[in-house]
């Protein structure tokens, strides 16, 4: 019995281990087999398409819009003459960004003032310089001070409104002055957030003051990522240009080429955005055809600009007077008096912060304007 029990133990133990020699075999094969399939595929394509691949969205995901990113940019000095004398040959980009967009070469800066910060503050909040709800910057430097000192309230921005409701922000300029803007909405000097989810004081999430080159890498990157839903850009050089050697002159059209290539590198990114993409072009104040200040607000070829969008949320490319007949297309300076409504550079904000779908800034004189359609 212990024999037989021996007998059949070591039977069993004998089979046993031939099974297990079988299944270490069979196992090694299927390691080897998928080493060598692996390999085969990296070699075939590397990396292994698997790591790239996006995960599958649930199909209640596909039935959501994806959310929109805006970009506005300021041309510095942008004289819309200067665009039709390079035209599309020279100046391709911002030529197709006029046509195929909605646009208009004959929109206005602020009605009280052609220089640099005043039309900025107002391009990012909305507001005129002067009355009840004015930014009040008629200054034009720097003055190491903040929108909500200098005006005694808060002076809330388009970077408020998209923070506050917890979409991500970025500020790009080529200028030192508009330091004055980033302090004015930092950590230290933001409200508090008192929208929903608090997204923090801090207003804008990235920033830099460079050249264009770096700040044009770092806001196509932003686009590219698709990470970022509201991005300001601010190109300098057609405005040195025009200061050195006379607004329309030769340097300028120069600087001008070189301010189209910039657009060049953006528009790229908008046009293969996944997500729905805007480009607002727009200007701080125009100069004078061969002079080199543009600072009197009497002159026409100081406060005439291009605002031109283009991208997804246009429907209906064309003159954008034509698609809004309430506003008033100026035959001269400004528009006449009682229907004061031409589009001007500060209906940035408040067109930006309807194509991200969220409500326009509270208290802005351009919220009391016809809103501007793009469809
Ligand atoms: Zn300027």
């Known amino acids: ?24 075999a069979f196992f090694l094969v299927l390691v080897v087999a998928g080493g060598l ?11 292994p398409a698997v790591v790239d691949q996006p995960i599958a969205s649930p199909p209640t995901a596909t039935a959501t819009p994806k959310a929109p990113i805006v970009v506005i940019v300021s041309i510095d000095g942008f004289n819309p003459e200067g665009l039709a004398l390079l035209g599309k040959a020279s100046a391709p980009h911002l030529t197709q960004i006029a046509q195929r967009g909605a646009s208009t070469m ?8 052609t220089k640099t910060l005043p039309n900025h503050t107002g391009m990012l909040t909305g507001r005129e310089i002067n009355g009840a709800h004015g930014h009040g910057v008629d200054f034009n430097d720097d003055n190491g001070s903040t929108l909500a000192a200098d005006t005694g309230t808060y002076v809330p921005g388009i970077f408020d409104v998209a923070h506050d409701r917890g979409l991500r922000t970025a500020f790009f300029a080529e200028k030192d002055k508009f330091t004055y803007l980033l302090r004015s909405w930092d950590s230290v000097h933001g409200a508090a957030d008192t929208t929903g989810d608090d997204n923090g004081a801090d207003k804008i999430d990235h920033w830099n003051i460079a050249d264009a080159a770096q700040i044009v890498s770092e806001a196509t990157s932003l686009i590219e990522a698709q990470h970022t839903d509201v991005i300001f850009v601010h190109l300098a050089s057609a405005d040195r240009a025009g200061h050195a050697h006379g607004w329309l002159s030769d340097a300028y059209l120069t600087a001008l080429v070189s301010v189209d290539d910039s657009i060049g590198a953006i528009r790229t990114a908008i046009d293969t955005s996944e997500r729905p993409a805007t480009l607002i072009v727009t200007s701080d104040h125009g100069g004078p055809h061969g002079n080199t200040i543009h600072s009197d607000s009497t002159q026409l070829a100081n406060v005439r600009i291009p605002f031109m969008v283009y991208g997804d949320a246009v429907a209906k490319p064309g003159d954008l007077y034509e698609l809004n007949p309430a506003r008033t297309n100026p035959t001269n300076r400004l528009a006449d008096g009682t229907r004061d409504h031409p ?19 509270s208290g802005a004189v351009s919220t009391t304007w016809p809103p501007i359609q793009l469809r």
């Open 343 to 361: 589009i001007r550079n500060i209906d940035a904000t408040n067109t930006a912060l309807g194509i991200l779908g969220l409500v326009p800034i």
């Open 1 to 24: 019995m212990g024999h037989n029990g021996a007998v059949t133990r070591s039977d069993a133990n004998t089979s046993s281990r031939r099974r297990w020699i079988a299944l270490g």
């Open 106 to 113: 004959n929109a206005r800066t602020s009605r009280d003032s």
């Open 37 to 47: 399939a692996f390999g085969w595929n990296a070699w075939r394509q590397a990396p």
